[in-house]
Structures are given as structure tokens and as C-alpha cells.
């Protein structure tokens, strides 16, 4: 099989797995620890003086869209759910992150902001044409 060396489709696909598969393992560890998970959102939504049934949006946004965003179905879709997820993360949790670093030295909320940004990214690029059903392009 010859890979060319420029391959949008390609390119798109590696986006796509790298946004869908490293946050599907934050979808996951919920999952398995659901009560400490769901605790911990649901008293962010609540001092923010939101619902905390909305803790469970979480599954969505970390579960739900990473699936669709891997398997390239409704990819567009699932990267402006992970776009408005990853909006809430930031309102809820990581507001007072945004201006300072890591012990690193790299950005407190990198991994946030590559979320939000890779899903951005793939909400304005689509799946490309190796995925279950390739978004229309526009």
C-alpha cells in the first residue's frame, strides 16, 4: 500500500484519533470511579449554582463524542460537543488555571486547550473520507 506523503484524509484521521482516543481514557476513568467523578462535578456545578444531574453531560462529552469522533460518525458533531464540554471544564473548573503555568513550565491548562482546540479543529475540518460516514464537506 503506497501512503502518500500529503494525505488529507489521513491527516484528518490522525487528528481524530489523537483527540477521540486520549480523551475517551478521562471518559473511561469516570466510568469506573463514577461516584468520586460525578461528586466532584456535580459540587462544581452546584457552586456555580447549576443542576448537578448535569454532572452526567460529562459522560457525553468524554464517552459519547470521543466514540463518534474515532470512529469518524458525526464526527463534526462530536468535535462541537467536546468544544462545549471542554467549555463547561473551563467555567467550572480551570478559570483561575488560565493565566499560569505548570511546575512544568508549560501552560496549566494545555491539555484542556488541546482538547478544546483539537475539537474545534475537527468541528470546522470534518472526518475526512476514512470514517464509518465521512462528513459531508462544505
Known sequence: MDIPMQSDALGKL???LTVGVLLLFHGVAKMMH???AMEYIG???TASGLPTWLAY???VGEVVAPIMIILGLFSRIGGLIVVIHMLFAFMLVHTAQLA???N???WAVELQAFYLL???AIFFLGSGKIALKADSEY
Open 14 to 16: 490522525i487528528l481524530r
Open 34 to 36: 463514577p461516584a468520586g
Open 43 to 45: 459540587k462544581s456545578l
Open 57 to 59: 453531560l460529562a459522560y
Open 100 to 102: 499560569t503555568l505548570a
Open 104 to 106: 512544568s513550565g508549560g
Open 118 to 120: 483539537g475539537g474545534l
